[in-house]
Nanobody, 123 residues
Framework: QVQLVESGGDSVQTGGSLRLSCAAS????????MGWFRQPDGKGREGVAG???????SVADSLKGRVTVSQDNANHTLYLQINNLKPEDAGIYYC?????????????????WGKGTLVTISS
């Protein structure tokens, strides 16, 4: 079992920046993937960025250049930095965890989910 708690969601103006954190606790496998997914109001869940246990990271193509994902392995914390925020970045941001060697950056592959943190964008 892995528990995930997101924090950092806020109301930010267009063009601003935000840093989200995901604190993980529980049992961690040797191989895993931790990722950020978001769900805009009335839309489906989409991948944002994530990091594998070997340190490799992955960012959604549409967000490259504005998003940075990093992890603190010692504290089992995943971070997401979003710059130049746009109205379409609004939504609930979820942290998720996949256990195993064959994890993929895909919502359907995740084993555990946090409850999410809300990001709103104001003009």
């Amino acid at each position: 079992q892995v528990q995930l708690v997101e924090s950092g969601g806020d109301s930010v103006q267009t063009g601003g920046s935000l840093r989200l954190s995901c604190a993980a606790s529980g049992y961690f496998s040797r191989y895993y993937f931790m990722g950020w997914f978001r769900q805009p109001d009335g839309k489906g869940r989409e991948g944002v960025a994530g990091a594998f246990s070997d340190g490799k990271t992955s960012v959604a193509d549409s967000l490259k250049g504005r998003v940075t994902v990093s992890q603190d392995n010692a504290n089992h914390t995943l971070y997401l930095q979003i710059n130049n925020l746009k109205p379409e970045d609004a939504g609930i941001y979820y942290c998720a965890y996949c256990s195993g060697e064959y994890c993929r950056f895909n919502a359907g592959a995740m084993d555990y989910w946090g409850k999410g943190t809300l990001v709103t964008i104001s003009s």
